[in-house]
């Protein structure tokens, strides 16, 4: 079965700086995709930033971005010029393709932004 | 347009009562899945319907789980009898089915928050 870790349980930044956070996961498939989903307190849980594994280029979305390294099977997420409003819980998650397929997450990152 | 909605947001109950939890889905889509999350751990899959039917119900616990989607349209998900074990946060997602799952988008309830004492 796949695995997905979060290293990191809790993480801060500064207003304004960038905070990258860790996801690494573990399967034997070369075809699946990879996603952040973030969910702020008390708050619907919302997809930020989703990764074809057979795309090279890593996925990009304004101020939110990946490192996507597919031989080491590394999917971290990097926030950009972060703002209070990006203070939530980011989840990692991996799916394998077809509709209704499971995902598999991680534990979570706490994010703190600091004002 | 309204998003998945569940309720209630919060439930507090004893060990061996009994908890029903429901989902509303975003009208129109066909696939609902039931995720949990306990305290510090990974989300985890519960199981995934496709309008009224049970796709894969892979991930419920035990016999104790019981959920159904009448018409296919709302999902209850009941825990009989409730063990402190259960305590977590159920999740509830829904999806249209759209023949490409590259455009397969999830939609996440807020959650409910469920404490078993």
């Known amino acids: 079965a796949q695995t997905v870790t979060q290293s990191q349980p809790e993480m801060s930044v500064q207003e304004a700086e960038t905070v990258t956070l860790s996801c690494t996961y573990d399967t034997s498939e070369s075809d699946y995709y990879l996603f952040w989903y973030k969910q702020p307190p008390s708050r619907q849980m919302i997809l930020v930033i989703r990764q074809e594994a057979y795309k090279q280029q890593n996925a990009t979305e304004n101020r939110f971005s990946v490192n996507f390294q597919k031989a080491a099977k590394s999917f971290s997420l990097k926030i950009s010029d972060s703002q209070l409003g990006d203070a939530a819980m980011y989840f990692c998650?991996?799916?394998?393709?077809?509709?209704?397929?499971?995902?598999?997450f991680g534990t979570g990152t706490s994010l703190t932004v600091i004002p | 347009e309204a998003g998945v909605t569940q309720f209630p947001s919060h439930s507090v109950i004893e060990k061996g009562q009994t908890v029903t939890l429901r989902c509303d889905p975003i009208?129109?889509?066909?696939?609902l899945y039931w995720y949990r999350r306990v305290m510090g751990k990974e989300i985890k899959f519960l199981l995934h319907?496709?309008?009224?039917?049970?796709?894969?119900e892979s991930g419920m616990p035990n016999n104790r789980f019981l959920a159904e989607r009448t018409g296919g349209t709302y999902s209850t998900l009941k825990v009989q009898p409730a063990e402190l074990e259960d305590s977590g946060v159920y999740f509830c997602?829904?999806?249209?089915?759209?023949?490409?799952?590259?455009?397969?988008?999830?939609?996440f309830g807020s959650g409910t928050q469920l404490s078993v004492l």
């Open positions: 997602a829904s999806s249209q089915v759209t023949g490409l799952v590259d455009l397969e988008k999830l939609f």
């Open positions: 009208s129109g889509h066909d696939n």
């Open positions: 998650a991996y799916r394998s393709p077809g509709i209704g397929n499971q995902f598999y």
């Open positions: 319907f496709v309008k009224e039917s049970k796709q894969d």
